[in-house]
């Protein structure tokens, strides 16, 4: 259903400002994730390093299923609150609730963790893991979970600046500096010295997180009682969708490592990472996109919004070109500048990676449009299907090689997601998200 009449004003310059400083965080937060594995590359084994990147997989897919989906109701259930619904309890009812219920699911899934953890460091290839391990994981877990939560309620309140800084960049920032410390002292850290660290980031991003949410929070009307029951309903439809969608996009590191061993587990994550360094264009793009999108389209200005897309998607192209013009011609010395004599052999596997990146910039930004339109559902099922498709590709061809077979299949996920998503916005939306000539033209002749 396409929108018929205008009913929202431009958003503001503090929109449009504090999406520039998310994006701005985020792409700032895929560079810091590439430095730390160039150096975890030299202060670890190849074995330990696929290890740990395993552990961490697992960490972060578990803190998403701790949040049990309030990463995406906890902006609507803020906004109910601040409007008088949701029984008219107030905001810091709903917040309480957001806190016992992710408290509640986090401790069940420690709980489970704790009591499987010798299969969990067996699946990441650790041989007779310790209780200190899994303490430290669990550590890890937790301090994640809380500090993204937190995050996502200062979001909910519309501190997006802050947000930005929280969600990730500041865990990462705190990692990088303390493997990079160690890289310059001479360190030569294993498995658990650099889980602690992993674990310590996450405490302190966390506890920092802390300060903001305190002082928010510290404005709103003291309202007693815990609003449980409005969060679990709106909360707990999105939960297994997150999960899986999350963990779909984890799962070709983890076959890699199951159907490999920890040394292709830590070549494919390497490959993986560089490969998504030609998404920072388009990530960057549409995160200072997704407003303008959103109120072009509930404005009904079809042309302008389709004038918008071609453009934005052609800068897109533009740029990562360039970027997947370097990457190639670096051959497979740049892995092993980026990170050692072992990584060459991952170079067959970012080279497949680098094609489903390619599809991705060309398509332009169909998953943006559904999602910031009336089409976050048929957005999820794109997701989970491309990502299930993907992922029987990985499996089935990770037995006869671990490496180029998952990213075989992890390419085909991306590249089906986008040509699915393409395919919505044109058939459905009437919009066209791919650079056209005219605007590739334009972006060509721009100074």
């Given at each position: 259903?396409?929108?018929?009449?205008?009913?929202?004003?431009?958003?503001?310059?503090?929109?449009?400002?504090?999406?520039?400083?998310?994006?701005?965080?985020?792409?700032?937060?895929?560079?810091?994730?590439?430095?730390?594995?160039?150096?975890?590359?030299?202060?670890?084994?190849?074995?330990?390093?696929?290890?740990?990147?395993?552990?961490?997989?697992?960490?972060?897919?578990?803190?998403?299923?701790?949040?049990?989906?309030?990463?995406?109701?906890?902006?609507?259930?803020?906004?109910?609150?601040?409007?008088?619904?949701?029984?008219?309890?107030?905001?810091?009812?709903?917040?309480?609730?957001?806190?016992?219920?992710?408290?509640?699911?986090?401790?069940?899934?420690?709980?489970?963790?704790?009591?499987?953890f010798d299969r969990v460091a067996a699946f990441a290839g650790v041989d007779g893991a310790g209780l200190l391990l899994a303490v430290l994981v669990l550590l890890w877990l937790g301090a994640r979970t809380c500090g993204q939560a937190i995050a996502h309620g200062l979001?909910?309140?519309?501190?997006?600046?802050?947000?930005?800084?929280?969600?990730?960049?500041?865990?990462?920032?705190?990692?990088?500096?303390?493997?990079?410390?160690?890289?310059?002292?001479?360190?030569?850290?294993?498995?658990?010295?650099?889980?602690?660290?992993?674990?310590?980031?996450?405490?302190?991003?966390?506890?920092?997180?802390?300060?903001?949410?305190?002082?928010?929070?510290?404005?709103?009307?003291?309202?007693?009682?815990?609003?449980?029951?409005?969060?679990?309903?709106?909360?707990?439809?999105?939960?297994?969708?997150?999960?899986?969608?999350?963990?779909?996009?984890?799962?070709?590191?983890?076959?890699?490592?199951?159907?490999?061993?920890?040394?292709?587990?830590?070549?494919?994550?390497?490959?993986?990472?560089?490969?998504?360094?030609?998404?920072?264009?388009?990530?960057?793009?549409?995160?200072?996109?997704?407003?303008?999108?959103?109120?072009?389209?509930?404005?009904?200005?079809?042309?302008?919004?389709?004038?918008?897309?071609?453009?934005?998607?052609?800068?897109?192209?533009?740029?990562?070109?360039?970027?997947?013009?370097?990457?190639?011609?670096?051959?497979?010395?740049?892995?092993?500048?980026?990170?050692?004599?072992?990584?060459?052999?991952?170079?067959?596997?970012?080279?497949?990676?680098?094609?489903?990146?390619?599809?991705?910039?060309?398509?332009?930004?169909?998953?943006?449009?559904?999602?910031?339109?009336?089409?976050?559902?048929?957005?999820?099922?794109?997701?989970?299907?491309?990502?299930?498709?993907?992922?029987?590709?990985?499996?089935?061809?990770?037995?006869?090689?671990?490496?180029?077979?998952?990213?075989?299949?992890?390419?085909?996920?991306?590249?089906?997601?986008?040509?699915?998503?393409?395919?919505?916005?044109?058939?459905?939306?009437?919009?066209?998200?791919?650079?056209?000539?005219?605007?590739?033209?334009?972006?060509?002749?721009?100074?």
């Amino acid at each position: 259903m396409r929108p018929q009449m205008a009913d929202a004003k431009a958003p503001g310059g503090g929109v449009l400002r504090a999406s520039g400083l998310v994006g701005a965080a985020r792409v700032a937060t895929m560079f810091l994730g590439l430095v730390i594995n160039m150096a975890l590359a030299r202060l670890l084994p190849l074995d330990t390093l696929g290890s740990f990147f395993l552990l961490a997989s697992l960490v972060q897919v578990a803190a998403l299923l701790a949040m049990a989906g309030t990463t995406h109701s906890a902006v609507p259930l803020v906004a109910q609150a601040l409007g008088g619904g949701l029984d008219a309890g107030g905001v810091r009812p709903v917040l309480r609730g957001m806190g016992v219920y992710i408290g509640i699911v986090l401790l069940a899934v420690s709980v489970i963790g704790l009591a499987q953890f010798d299969r969990v460091a067996a699946f990441a290839g650790v041989d007779g893991a310790g209780l200190l391990l899994a303490v430290l994981v669990l550590l890890w877990l937790g301090a994640r979970t809380c500090g993204q939560a937190i995050a996502h309620g200062l979001r909910a309140m519309g501190r997006v600046g802050l947000f930005g800084l929280f969600e990730t960049f500041l865990y990462n920032l705190l990692l990088a500096m303390a493997l990079l410390g160690l890289l310059v002292l001479g360190g030569s850290p294993g498995l658990i010295a650099v889980t602690e660290l992993a674990a310590g980031a996450a405490v302190l991003a966390g506890l920092a997180a802390l300060v903001p949410m305190r002082r928010e929070t510290a404005t709103l009307p003291e309202r007693p009682g815990v609003s449980l029951a409005p969060v679990v309903r709106m909360s707990l439809p999105l939960w297994l969708l997150v999960a899986a969608n999350a963990a779909l996009v984890e799962a070709h590191l983890w076959i890699s490592g199951l159907m490999g061993s920890p040394e292709s587990a830590a070549l494919f994550g390497a490959a993986l990472r560089v490969a998504r360094l030609v998404a920072l264009p388009l990530l960057a793009v549409n995160l200072a996109l997704g407003p303008v999108v959103a109120r072009l389209w509930r404005q009904g200005d079809l042309a302008g919004l389709q004038a918008l897309l071609g453009r934005s998607a052609a800068a897109v192209l533009a740029v990562s070109i360039l970027l997947l013009a370097a990457l190639v011609l670096g051959g497979p010395g740049l892995l092993i500048l980026l990170f050692g004599e072992a990584f060459g052999p991952a170079w067959p596997a970012l080279l497949i990676l680098l094609a489903g990146q390619a599809l991705n910039a060309a398509t332009g930004s169909p998953l943006l449009v559904m999602t910031a339109t009336e089409a976050q559902r048929p957005a999820m099922v794109v997701a989970l299907v491309s990502g299930a498709v993907g992922l029987a590709l990985s499996l089935s061809l990770a037995a006869q090689d671990p490496l180029r077979g998952v990213a075989f299949g992890a390419a085909v996920a991306v590249a089906l997601q986008n040509l699915l998503a393409l395919g919505y916005c044109r058939w459905w939306l009437g919009l066209r998200t791919q650079p056209t000539l005219v605007a590739l033209r334009r972006q060509e002749a721009s100074p």
